[in-house]
């Protein structure tokens, strides 16, 4: 018993030492405007529907913001449009991605854009208005190029499994909404932006171990 209890922790010492070397390394990369793209510990009603990144299933998106000397996210949450601290979003259990868009953006007016959003409340039923946010929209309506033009543009939105039929999830989700599935409407999603030929995936991190 001794034996096994001084392994286990040697084993969380050695991750949370190598946790440590990789999140100062990965974060010192992080530029404004980079995305950030979290990998869920396990699949969802959302990395069921969609797909990421050499097929990764990716649930949400965030925005790199430096404010102060200090790393922020500006993220769409259940709590709405929200500025969190790098750290408090890497709590979270999974896997994390970092992602650049390439070419000429516009890094500042993007964060201006993303950053008028805030407070906005969150839009669990993924409708294009801009009354209410969620996560891959943030990211949609506020990144532009040099010129003004937006980069990305919106998608038909997916909500079926891979046999094509609807997710009896999203079925009940949004008749309990009275509400049909909106499926094939124009939306966006944070696997899909992971997998856009405009954006290069510069790094990833396990926050946690397994």
């Not at 965030?62 to 790393?71: F, L, P, S, T």
């Not at 969620?134 to 990211?139: D, I, N, R, W």
């Amino acid at each position: 018993m001794r034996r096994l209890t001084w392994l286990t922790m040697t084993l969380l010492v050695c991750c949370a030492t190598i946790s440590a070397q990789h999140t100062g390394s990965w974060i010192h990369k992080l530029k404004d405007a980079d995305l950030l793209f979290h990998i869920p510990a396990q699949s969802n009603a959302i990395t069921k529907v969609t797909q990421g990144v050499d097929q990764q299933q990716i649930d949400h998106v965030g925005i790199i913001y430096r404010k102060d000397g200090q790393i922020m996210v500006i993220e769409a949450t259940y709590d709405g449009v929200v500025l969190s601290p790098l750290s408090q979003v890497l709590a979270q259990p999974g896997k994390w991605l970092a992602g650049r868009v390439k070419g000429k953006i516009d890094r500042q007016q993007t964060l201006n854009n993303a950053l008028a959003q805030l407070g906005k409340p969150y839009d669990f039923t993924f409708q294009r208005d801009d009354r209410e946010i969620y996560c891959s929209e943030l990211v949609e309506m506020s990144y532009v190029w040099k010129n003004g033009g937006r980069i990305f543009s919106p998608i038909p939105m997916s909500f079926h499994d891979e046999s094509g039929n609807l997710l009896p999830y999203w079925v009940e989700f949004y008749a309990l909404r009275g509400m049909d599935v909106p499926e094939g409407q124009p939306g966006s999603n944070p696997g899909n932006l992971s997998r856009d030929k405009r954006v290069k995936i510069i790094t990833s991190l396990r926050h946690h171990c397994r």
